[in-house]
């Protein structure tokens, strides 16, 4: 596991987050402060049209194009799935990859602060995220939803590392504290991976908090698919904080509150992001996991 030779930061996976795409464009112009003595760092501007037409993406999702289906067909279809494959060639190949950690850096229109999406559950992994969480009690974990399906997002080319995913900012917007705070958790990162490769692996704490998505949510439709309701001021800019079941989810046009039909405590994240609305996401509910993050 120590055998950490190469690590990728990637920033533009989406055209329209800037921070991380203006962030890997900075390393590239001063490289010293992503150098370190034990493993080789390299960048990637993951979608360079979508970046410059600041856009999310040209023709479809490029964090959706990283399926092993999608990466070895022979007749890729849009500029998105021809961009995967060439990253997959720069990076990967996905199960084999040039790369022994990647770092993705995203950002978003919820109000989701400072969280650190792990590739996997792996110990190594975990105990990354402890670590960022102990010098910053800021950072939440955030996990997708499990659905035994092969993960078709960038990162999902290495096992080891993390997405930086930080908010609320606004698509094609830059905030200098939101970029400063990024900046710093990519090198926490960094510095963290130095010293493990060294062997003077930094202290984590013995347990960790994580968010598990465990169901995705739609906004109320009607058969046209049109929106018949929007998310409940109650609930507006409440990421990881509690919904209890009752307590309104959504809005009708008419002013009539939508409630969480639930059984049980759960706490939204990804709340009336702006990119999934196309999606079908109006939040994802999460559960709280404790994880030990004790070596075997």
């Known amino acids: 596991m120590n055998q950490i030779e190469r690590v990728a930061i990637v920033g533009g996976t989406h055209g329209n987050e800037l921070t991380g795409a203006y962030l890997v464009k900075k390393f590239e112009r001063y490289p010293h402060f992503i150098k370190r003595s034990s493993f080789e760092s390299l960048t990637l501007l993951a979608n360079p049209q979508a970046f410059l037409a600041q856009r999310r993406y040209i023709e479809r999702d490029l964090n959706r194009c990283f399926t092993s289906e999608n990466l ?5 279809q849009t500029y998105e799935d021809r961009q995967a494959q060439a990253i997959n060639q720069i990076l990967g190949p996905k199960g084999n990859s040039k790369v022994d950690v990647v770092i993705d850096l995203h950002s978003t229109t919820a109000n989701m602060g400072l969280t650190i999406i792990p590739i996997n559950n792996s110990p190594f992994n975990l105990r990354l995220a402890a670590y960022l969480c102990s010098i910053n009690s800021l950072i939440k974990i955030y996990r997708w939803q499990e659905s035994g399906e092969e993960s078709p997002f960038l990162r999902s080319i290495c ?8 908010g609320s900012i606004a698509q094609g917007v830059l905030d200098a504290k939101l970029f400063q705070q990024t900046e710093e958790l990519t090198y926490a990162v960094l510095d963290y991976l130095e010293n493990y490769k060294q062997g003077n692996p930094l202290s984590v704490p013995s347990n960790l908090t994580l968010y598990q998505c465990i169901k995705i949510v739609d906004y109320p439709k009607n058969e046209q698919g049109e929106l018949q309701a929007m998310i409940h001021p109650q609930l507006q800019f409440r990421d990881y904080q509690p919904l209890n079941p009752g307590e309104p989810m959504f809005l009708t046009f008419d002013g009539q509150a939508i409630p969480y039909k639930g059984q049980s405590t759960v706490y939204p994240v990804f709340i009336n992001e702006a990119a999934y609305y196309e999606k079908g996401i109006a939040m994802c509910l999460t559960q709280k996991q404790q994880f030990s993050t004790a070596i075997a």
């Open 72 to 76: 070895s067909n022979a007749t890729p």
């Open 159 to 166: 096992q080891l590392g993390c997405t930086i995913e930080v």
